[in-house]
């Protein structure tokens, strides 16, 4: 209540108590029914127009007098009149709270961090994502190799389809995760340039595509390394500088030149862009063969494109197999797989005139993990089986590869995945680089080994028209003869008769039976020759 306030209520009450111990005057008939809220008691503010200033009546609600200055529902601030006894009674007002209520203490829980330990996701160095963005990257450089369905399907009992990646520019591919991995150098390295020092897929990849990005690439080769293979890097464009007698010395003269002069020296490892680029095989072979029920992916010195293959294939359907194909004479991965971690020393002899250079690759712990986790089986095939591979490829494929890329196919024909019988099999050609006189070679040796060229020795009388009687029995048998040498004998005993070694080609296997049992019959002597 404020001052002013304080001061009329002061002189309110004074007045109020002096009007009620006044004496009463008697009331009047016609006061009788005149009701108590009527009465003239209220003498507040100035008096009516035409009365007396001081002492005027005011009634309050009375028709034709003039309103209070101060109204009756203000009057509730000051309190309220009880008027039965004449006292002043001040009502007050007190807020009735509800009874509190308390509330009852949360059950305790635990966490349920503290009845088990969740593992956070293990970190994936090799994403679908990272493939996904390699795929986008390469696809105006890097053509899509066909998958095509194999005429030697019917034969195997089951549908092949091969994705013939033999086919791009420097025939192998290893194109596509080389390119990649220049494109994500900086811009820095970029202008210093990149260095290599293996003769291998990889370095020839390095030599077309750092060219082709305008990036300074330089090729350390020993001495040993033929003409025509310096050839090709050179028609590249790259930078070759023939150095030291042997492989390591060309290599330690690569790496002393990376240091000194700012090159980035490059090897073939489990770099994850490169397994990332090296990974887009497997999109393009599920987006080409729908429902394919098996891929089976060479492993011979590119691990990388095992690994990146099964994490593509298994992250689109992991009801996919996997299957890695490695040689006999150099099975690092199944080694490494049997002993649970990556091996360093291999006491194996692969052939290198085959193989390469298998005997420098290492299996990098990351890849070994992805191998490890995605790919279902390991095998290995003999040289023979990948020899009869390159044969079936001229043969039924009219195209050349190499023992590498021919491995996933020897692997169907040795009969070593009885399982994909009826099945859909993509086959993974991984590469094509061989000098001409090796398919020769090959190619001669891999007719011996199907059993299509014989090679027999006869000894022969030295009457006249023996020898044509031999190779007119061989022209009616539709034998091929591919060589003839004719020896006379020095042994005394055998004095008239000489000694026939005939070389011959026949059409399959079931034809050279047929020729060993009937030369057999008519030749007592004949003594056929060992592969």
């Known amino acids: 209540m404020?001052?002013?306030?304080?001061?009329?209520?002061?002189?309110?009450?004074?007045?109020?108590?002096?009007?009620?111990?006044?004496?009463?005057?008697?009331?009047?008939?016609?006061?009788?029914?005149?009701?108590?809220?009527q009465r003239d008691e209220l003498r507040l503010g100035p008096s009516q127009p035409g009365g007396s200033h001081k002492g005027g009546p005011v009634c309050n609600g009375t028709a034709g007098r003039r309103q209070t200055l101060i109204e009756p529902d203000r009057l509730k601030d000051f309190g309220e009149e009880d008027l039965v006894n004449g006292d002043v009674k001040v009502h007050q007002t007190k807020v009735a709270e509800d009874p509190e209520f308390v509330l009852m203490e949360p059950p305790k829980t635990r966490r349920l961090s503290e009845f088990r330990i969740v593992p956070r996701p293990?970190?994936?160095?090799?994403?679908?994502?990272?493939?996904s963005a390699a795929a986008f990257r390469i696809q105006t450089v890097i053509q899509k190799t066909p998958c095509t369905y194999s005429r030697l399907s019917k034969q195997y009992g089951m549908e092949i389809y091969l994705k013939k990646e033999h086919l791009h520019y420097t025939g192998s591919v290893k194109e596509r995760g080389v390119l990649y991995m220049l494109s994500c150098l900086t811009q820095e390295q970029q202008r210093?340039?990149?260095?290599?020092?293996?003769?291998?897929?990889?370095?020839?990849?390095?030599?077309?595509?750092?060219?082709?990005?305008?990036?300074?690439?330089?090729?350390?080769?020993?001495?040993?390394?033929?003409?025509?293979?310096?050839?090709?890097?050179?028609?590249?464009?790259?930078?070759?500088?023939?150095?030291?007698?042997t492989g390591h010395d060309s290599l330690k003269h690569a790496r002393h030149?990376?240091?000194?002069?700012?090159?980035?020296?490059?090897?073939?490892?489990?770099?994850?862009?490169?397994?990332?680029?090296?990974?887009?095989?497997?999109?393009?072979?599920?987006?080409?063969?729908?429902?394919?029920?098996?891929?089976?992916?060479?492993?011979?010195?590119?691990?990388?494109?095992?690994?990146?293959?099964?994490?593509?294939?298994?992250?689109?359907?992991?009801k996919v197999l996997v299957i890695g194909i490695e040689p006999e004479g150099f099975p690092l991965l199944r080694q490494s797989l049997k002993a649970g971690s990556p091996i360093t020393d291999m006491h194996c002899n692969p052939n290198k005139k085959l193989f390469g250079d298998l005997?420098?690759?290492?299996?990098?712990?990351?890849?070994?993990?992805?191998?490890?986790?995605?790919?279902?089986?390991?095998?290995?095939?003999?040289?023979?089986?990948?020899?009869?591979?390159?044969?079936?490829?001229?043969?039924?494929?009219?195209?050349?590869?190499?023992?590498?890329?021919?491995?996933?196919?020897?692997?169907?024909?040795?009969?070593q995945l009885p399982e994909l019988r009826g099945k859909k099999v993509a086959v993974v050609v991984s590469s094509a680089n061989m000098d001409l006189e090796m398919v020769r070679q090959c190619v001669d040796r891999a007719l011996v080994l199907d059993d299509r060229v014989s090679k027999f020795s006869v000894q022969l009388g030295e009457f006249p028209g023996d020898m044509a009687k031999l190779l007119d029995f061989l022209s009616r048998e539709d034998v091929r003869l591919l060589d003839v040498c004719h020896r006379r004998q020095s042994n005394k005993s055998d004095l008239f008769k000489a000694k026939v070694e005939c070389v011959v080609e026949t059409r399959d296997r079931t034809q050279s039976a047929q020729l060993r049992k009937t030369l057999s019959e008519r030749y007592p002597s004949i003594c056929w020759l060992d592969r």
């Open 2 to 37: 404020n001052f002013a306030a304080q001061i009329f209520y002061s002189s309110y009450l004074a007045e109020r108590l002096e009007r009620l111990y006044a004496p009463r005057p008697a009331i009047k008939a016609s006061e009788e029914n005149d009701p108590f809220w």
């Open 122 to 131: 293990a970190f994936q160095y090799l994403r679908f994502e990272d493939i």
């Open 192 to 245: 210093k340039g990149v260095i290599v020092a293996t003769d291998c897929n990889f370095s020839l990849a390095v030599a077309h595509h750092a060219v082709e990005l305008k990036i300074p690439v330089f090729v350390i080769m020993p001495s040993c390394c033929s003409s025509p293979r310096l050839r090709i890097y050179r028609d590249y464009g790259a930078m070759v500088i023939s150095y030291g007698s």
């Open 257 to 318: 030149l990376s240091t000194e002069n700012g090159y980035l020296y490059m090897e073939e490892d489990e770099n994850a862009a490169y397994l990332a680029g090296l990974g887009t095989v497997g999109m393009e072979i599920y987006e080409q063969v729908p429902r394919v029920d098996a891929v089976v992916v060479p492993a011979a010195g590119q691990y990388g494109l095992l690994a990146g293959t099964a994490a593509a294939i298994k992250h689109l359907n992991p």
């Open 359 to 415: 005997m420098e690759r290492s299996l990098g712990f990351n890849t070994f993990q992805l191998a490890k986790t995605l790919v279902d089986k390991v095998i290995s095939v003999s040289e023979e089986d990948s020899l009869v591979a390159m044969l079936r490829f001229q043969e039924f494929e009219r195209s050349t590869v190499d023992t590498e890329g021919a491995m996933g196919l020897a692997a169907i024909l040795a009969g």
